[in-house]
């Protein structure tokens, strides 16, 4: 994960119309909250995901992980932006399955 | 824990084809997809591919899965099914999920075959039911028989838009129109063209502005957008719909390739983060492969050939195929791969405007910003000849990669040449014999047989035709012209159906002899 830069002054938050649009829904998180996150210092997607939980649904970003790194890439004033992490498990998974490890057998 | 010597992550056409030719070579091989079918998206893609013999063009992609997974079986392939692959870890451990719990395994090499997922965009009501992805509907269509609603507005003109379209208007649903914020149509022109004379209109730099309902999608309103894609205040118009189908592009399933710590890259700031690969798929980690369009979003023919560049590749790397043999494998390989590269849509096109046809023909603007040619440009066409007496009209006017109709006529009357992307050209002067075989062969329907004088004043046309239930000898309706506008009476003169059609009719209708360069399409009933 790249270093961030806290420095840059991204500007005062300020209410847009959509800002109630939700854009995770496995985790019902809106526009605004992800906007607001952003000024509240929240400069990459780990760190929107984590305050959030947007994305850490069931469909585990499969449909709003594009949407929120471009809210977050338009607050910050930048083009490019990281993907969040990628950890397993990759997919939902019940934790009885995630615990009955066969291992290799 | 169980070694294989390939794992291969997705049974999709990339993984299936990797698969297939590791196995090819020796290799033992296991192939893991989370659904409860092989084949990924192949087993809904219900139409005629395009690229030649080798691409497999004018098999329908269901067909080629078929074939593929037969493969698969016959080398001793092992494939698991409803096993997602829950984690890729170091020294190519990979973990799957069973049905009550998690096994380990060993890939000595491993390709990532996993595929992509459809882009989402939001507006106000995006979240009411009806909304859906475009391949969720195909899914619901193709593979569970359900219609996804009755009113449908399709947001997108890509292939994937413009062929999802047309399966919706075949499954029985009305397609009110097709959008795209973009101010042309993105997909192939015959695509595009098949839909629209259906009668389906076409908004080009539109978008939506809000799904409306309460507890479900009953309608849709769009607008005009401008240069920096703001709504023109006044260009808003309003749909009854149950249902908005989004085509706005796919994302590579890249998860588990930054989970094992292979290199990504954007290919421009802001394009999204790709693996970093070599020529044969190979990620910045040794024998770890990604193939098809988790390395970068194209058509299921070029992830084909992929899935068999990175499979031989991997055969090469642990010794069971020799230095030769893999060269010679990945020459012919890449040779049919680069022909799929090439015309209009070629990778180094994308986004550009290209005013002329490899052969210095104008490219039709009236089909980028319609969905189908204007009356008067279609005779500029090599494919588009007024001769008497039974002949094709063929309406291919876009340098995309295709031939089956040079193979498919029986008296040579078509050429391609050895370049696939060259549009087709009809020899005027060799014999037509009204066979249809052209017709049915075309992937994109561009073809139709005209015979200018069928006596009593009156011309025929023959149509490629895919609904259901065919109509019959004797039926009167309305011929329709490109745009789908209602141009005359026109009644069922013949309705040919044979097996190596494949399941396109040739649908003949005569019409008044002035009529004859317009009609394009038919529909039972007067015209309103």
Redesign the interface.
């Known amino acids: 994960m790249s270093a961030v830069d806290r420095t840059r002054d991204i500007g005062e938050y300020v209410p847009a119309q959509d800002d109630d649009m939700i854009v995770c829904r496995c985790e019902e998180i809106t526009k605004g909250e992800i906007r607001r996150a952003v000024h509240d210092g929240m400069y990459n997607v780990h760190e929107v995901r984590r305050l959030l939980r947007c994305g850490m649904g069931l469909c585990q970003g499969q449909t709003c992980a594009r949407l929120v790194k471009s809210i977050v890439a338009r607050e910050l004033g930048v083009r490019s932006l990281e993907d969040a992490t990628a950890r397993a498990p990759m997919r939902p998974i019940e934790m009885s399955v995630f615990a009955n490890d066969g291992g290799g057998e | 824990?169980?070694r294989y010597d390939l794992i291969v992550i997705g049974a999709g056409p990339a993984g299936l084809s990797a698969a297939t030719e590791a196995a090819s070579h020796g290799l033992r091989v296991a192939v893991f997809d989370?659904n409860a079918r092989p084949g990924g998206q192949l087993f809904k893609q219900i139409h005629k591919f395009f690229g030649s013999k080798e691409h497999k063009a004018k098999i329908r992609g269901y067909d080629i899965g078929r074939e593929l997974l037969k493969e698969a079986e016959s080398l001793g392939v092992e494939v698991f099914l409803n096993a997602?692959?829950?984690?890729l870890?170091a020294e190519k451990e990979v973990?799957a999920?069973h049905a009550?719990?998690?096994?380990?395994?060993?890939g000595d090499t491993v390709i990532v075959a996993t595929g992509a997922?459809e882009?989402?965009l939001?507006f106000?009501g995006?979240?009411l039911p009806g909304v859906m992805g475009a391949g969720a509907a195909q899914t619901m269509m193709n593979i569970n028989r359900v219609t996804p609603g009755e009113r449908v507005l399709m947001l997108g003109s890509g292939n994937v838009g413009l062929v999802v379209g047309y399966q919706l208007i075949q499954a029985g649903c009305e397609l009110v129109a097709i959008i795209d914020a973009a101010p042309r149509v993105g997909g192939y022109g015959v695509h595009a063209a098949k839909v629209a004379r259906t009668g389906v209109p076409f908004y080009l730099s539109h978008t939506v502005v809000r799904a409306e309902g309460t507890d479900r999608v009953t309608g849709v309103t769009i607008g005009e957008v401008d240069a920096s894609w703001q709504i023109i205040a006044g260009s808003e118009k309003h749909f009854d719909v149950d249902t908005i189908c989004i085509a706005v592009g796919l994302?590579p399933s890249?998860?588990?390739l930054?989970?094992a710590g292979a290199d990504?890259a954007?290919p421009a700031?802001?394009a999204?983060?790709l693996p970093v690969c070599s020529a044969t798929g190979e990620t910045s980690i040794s024998g770890l492969y990604a193939s098809g369009d988790v390395s970068g979003i194209e058509e299921a023919s070029s992830a084909m050939i992929e899935g068999r560049i990175s499979g031989v590749a991997a055969a090469g790397k642990l010794g069971f195929a020799d230095a030769e043999t893999v060269e010679t494998r990945l020459n012919a390989l890449e040779t049919a791969l680069s022909a799929l590269h090439e015309g209009l849509f070629a990778p180094r096109n994308r986004g550009k405007s290209v005013p002329l046809t490899d052969e210095g023909i104008d490219n039709s603007q009236h089909l980028l910003k319609n969905g189908y040619l204007a009356d008067d440009e279609v005779a500029k066409y090599p494919g588009v000849k007024r001769v008497s007496g039974v002949h094709p009209i063929i309406e291919c006017t876009q340098n995309i990669p295709c031939n089956p109709c040079q193979d498919a006529c029986p008296k040579q009357c078509i050429k391609v040449g050895a370049n696939i992307v060259a549009l087709p050209v009809f020899d005027e002067t060799s014999a037509c014999i009204g066979c249809g075989q052209c017709v049915a062969a075309c992937s994109g329907q561009s073809i139709f047989l005209v015979n200018d004088d069928i006596g009593d004043n009156l011309a025929s046309v023959t149509i490629p035709y895919e609904f259901l239930p065919l109509p019959e000898k004797g039926d009167v309706g309305t011929a329709l012209d490109r745009s789908g506008t209602p141009i005359c009476a026109a009644t069922v003169t013949d309705v040919r159906a044979a097996k190596a059609f494949d399941h396109t009719s040739l649908l003949t209708f005569s019409v008044p002899r002035d009529e004859y360069m317009r009609a394009r399409f038919w529909k039972k009933g007067a015209a309103v």
Not at chain 2, 84 to 87: K, Q
Not at chain 2, 100 to 106: A, E, N, P, S
């Open positions: 824990m169980k989370e997602p692959v829950i984690g870890y973990v999920r009550d719990g998690v096994r380990h395994y060993k997922s882009n989402m939001t106000e995006w979240t994302s890249t998860q588990l930054k989970m990504m954007e700031a802001g999204g983060f």
